[in-house]
């Protein structure tokens, strides 16, 4: 079994900032990439940033120089800092893990981007 928990959505104003976070627990031996996606209903999921276990890190063109993807191996958490926050980053935001055989999800978490 493996848990993937994400954190830290919410409301903000145009412009401000907020940052997620994504806990991996159980069977995580050999957890490689991680990502972050988000989806607003009706639409496909998308991915916004990937990190490797190595710390490369890529990231969709509308987040480029705004969303700082980064990993703290220790902890086997991801985070998303995401700045200048516009209302087309509204939308839930999931978190993504490979681990050799499958990818895993979490339950997503809401941000509100909205004056």
């Known amino acids: 079994q493996v848990q993937l928990v994400e954190s830290g959505g919410g409301l903000v104003q145009p412009g401000g900032s907020l940052r997620l976070s994504c806990a991996a627990s159980g069977s995580i031996r050999g957890l490689r990439a991680m990502a972050w996606y988000r989806q607003t209903p009706g639409k496909q999921r998308n991915l916004v940033a990937t990190?490797?276990?190595?710390?490369?890190?890529n990231y969709a063109g509308s987040v480029k120089g705004r969303f700082t993807i980064s990993r703290d191996n220790a902890k086997n958490t991801v985070y998303l800092q995401m700045n200048s926050l516009k209302p087309e980053d509204t939308a839930v935001y999931y978190c993504?893990?490979?681990?050799?055989?499958?990818?895993?999800w979490g339950q997503g978490t809401q941000v509100t981007v909205s004056s």
């Open positions: 990190i490797s276990s190595g710390g490369s890190t």
């Open positions: 993504n893990a490979d681990i050799p055989g499958r990818d895993y």
